[in-house]
Structures are given as structure tokens and as C-alpha cells.
């Protein structure tokens, strides 16, 4: 009786030699190092952080002050900037971005869902073959595809039209979402959709009230990548667009004129811009860890 109530204390003394070993052997784990890494972590931070910081102080300056060597961060503020964007009608470019980029996301993800439950929870013969051909689909660089797009849309009488930008950023990020989701897929327990199955339910009842609730952080990594890749997009719209699709990213490079770099009101436009993209990151932070953690960069 003794000696069966001293086993597991004798296991539990050599189980915390053996992690006091492993935390002196590995310096990670080293508690003296702890501040120093977050000295590091803060420094790399700050370093990321500080063209945004200093784009969204020189969007409160005027022209003059923003265009002076040295830099004046101190020089007196002012919204004359933001005034001037509202008066020039950003709104519609905004608009624009927004369309293309949450209903590109959308129907990536309405075509990007099933094929990944295809390639990973039900593996379809040879599907290696058809993830290297997805990922094959992103070897061509955009330019050398633009003429060839541009004619074909030209022909269809699709030139400025939102539509189009839909369609193409559709097809550009579906390679990726199908990628990242059939990673995330891959990790949901086959017992939940065997007993699924069990209960009667059909495809459509799998994916919408197995898999998404249980998949959400991946969907939400996914999501929101896509968006942004959509949102920033240049190449396509600088160049089938005219008046009515222009998107934002457009919008910006008409403060680089012949007259000048206005660089204050640039700095402003990109703020603007660049407000519904952080509001979307920091409303899905937590899926968003959880999501890319979960398989995405494995």
C-alpha cells in the first residue's frame, strides 16, 4: 500500500526534473529571457506600426508642412485635408471597393466550401493532383494576363462595370480559399460528420450546421483575407475601369500629378482607405488567430 502511494508522487518528481531540465536546456523557455523577448517583440512592432503611424500624422498637416526636409511632425494640425477628400467625392470609389471585395468574398466562399470538403473530409481520387492544379492557377503573373482579359472583356461589353471585378477577383482568390479552407477542414472530427450522416442529414445540412459553426475561425481567416486581397487591387481596376467601377486604390493615384505629389491629402485618402480593412481585421482578431493557428500555415 506504501509503496503504490509513493509511485505516482516518486513519477511526479521525476516528470518536473525532466521540465526543469527542458526549460534550463531550451533558452526560450528561460524566465530571465522573458523581458527581453518582449523588449524584441515590441521593437518589431513599433518598427510595422510606424509607417501607418506616420502616415496618419501627416494626413493632419498641410501640404507645405508635410512636403518639408527634415519632416515636421509637430507643425500644427488640421482637417483641411479630410475636407478636401469629402468635397472631392470619395464615397463612390469606397463604394465601389466594398462591392467588389464582400461579393468577390462571398462567391469565393459559396465555390471555395464545397470543393475543400471534396479535397479533404470526402478526398476525391487523385486530389493531390487537382490542389497542385489550383495552385498552378497562380504561377501567371497578372500583367501577362491583362491583355487577354481586357479583349475578352472588351468583346463582352463588360468595361466598367462592377461586375467584372467581381468575376476576376473571384477567380483570383478562389485558388487561395480553397487552399487554406481544405486545411481547416481537415481538422474537424470525422465521428461529427459520421453522425451526422447517421441522423439522415444531407450535404447541405453538413456544411451549414456541421461543418461552418465548427470550421468558423477558418471561414473567418479566409474571409478576410480574400477581402483584402480584393480591396487592394490595383492592376485590374487601373485598367477596366473608367468612371463608374473606379475603386479606391484608383482614387489614390490621382493626387500623383503632373503638378506635383500632393502628399498631406494622399496620406489622407490612404487613411480613409484603409479604415474598413483594419475595422474588418480588429472585428474578427479572435477567429482570425484562431483560424490561422488552427491550419492555415501549416
Known sequence: MTA?????????????RVLRRRRHDDPGQDPRLSPLW??????????????????????????????TNPPSPLAPFT???????????????LINSGMASVFSTLLVLVLAVPAAYALSIKPVEKWTDVMFFFLSTKFLPLIAAL????MIVKDAGMLDNIWTLVILYTGMN??????MMRSFLAEVPKEI???AEVD??????????????????????????????????????????????????VFL??????????????????????????????????????GLSLGAVK
Open 4 to 16: 503504490q502511494a509513493t509511485a505516482p508522487a516518486a513519477s511526479g518528481t521525476v516528470v518536473r
Open 38 to 67: 518582449t523588449f524584441v517583440a515590441w521593437l518589431a512592432t513599433l518598427a510595422f506600426f510606424a509607417p501607418v503611424a506616420w502616415m496618419v500624422l501627416t494626413s493632419f498637416h498641410q501640404e507645405a508642412d508635410a512636403a
Open 79 to 93: 482637417l483641411d485635408q479630410y475636407t478636401l477628400l469629402l468635397e472631392r467625392d470619395i464615397t463612390p470609389y
Open 147 to 150: 491583355l487577354p482579359v481586357y
Open 174 to 179: 478562389l485558388p487561395i480559399a480553397v487552399w
Open 193 to 195: 460528420l459520421e453522425a
Open 200 to 249: 439522415g442529414a444531407g450535404l447541405p445540412t453538413v456544411l451549414l450546421r456541421v461543418v461552418a459553426p465548427v470550421a468558423m475561425p477558418g471561414l473567418a481567416a479566409t474571409s478576410l483575407i480574400c477581402f483584402i486581397f480584393s480591396w487592394n487591387e490595383f492592376m485590374f481596376a487601373v485598367n477596366l475601369t473608367a468612371t463608374k467601377a473606379s475603386t479606391a486604390p
Open 253 to 290: 493615384v490621382g493626387f500623383i500629378t503632373n503638378e506635383g505629389l500632393f502628399l498631406a491629402r494622399l496620406c489622407a485618402a490612404a487613411t480613409l482607405v484603409s479604415l474598413p480593412v483594419l475595422i474588418a481585421g480588429f472585428a474578427a482578431q479572435d477567429k482570425l488567430v484562431r
